[in-house]
Nanobody, 119 residues
Framework: VQLQASGGGLVQAGGFLRLSCAAS????????MGWFRQAPGKEREFVAA??????YYADSVKGRFTISRDNAKNTVYLQMNSLKPEDTAVYYC???????????????WGQGTLVTVSS
């Protein structure tokens, strides 16, 4: 079971990035995939999640970020628009097994990709 996150980088405030998370077949079959982020000195926090039919977002990113999936490619995406300096963090994708909003509800994690938003 493997998750490979990519797409992070340095961007100016107001800019955009698209993160990708490529999953092995058995990982993707669970149906629930999520994105979390962790800023220096802070706890890991929920960003977005997607099931086969629904999407969920943290209030802080609602209207700016969009989570989507390509089942044929076993890949989940996080389109991040109107980025703010406070979005700076390492972003992780994960496979969900329980509470969508709690990191404890996920059992497999990608390695993380760093997003840095400059002001």
């Amino acid at each position: 079971v493997q998750l490979q996150a990519s797409g992070g980088g340095l961007v100016q405030a107001g800019g955009f990035l698209r993160l990708s998370c490529a999953a092995s077949g058995r990982t993707f079959s669970s149906g629930v995939m999520g994105w979390f982020r962790q800023a220096p000195g802070k706890e890991r926090e929920f960003v977005a999640a997607i099931t086969w039919s629904s999407t969920y977002y943290a209030d802080s990113v609602k209207g700016r970020f969009t989570i989507s999936r390509d089942n044929a490619k076993n890949t989940v995406y996080l389109q991040m628009n109107s980025l703010k300096p406070e979005d700076t963090a390492v972003y992780y994708c994960a496979r969900g097994r329980g509470n969508l909003y709690d990191p404890k509800g996920y059992d497999y994690w990608g390695q993380g990709t760093l997003v840095t938003v400059s002001s």
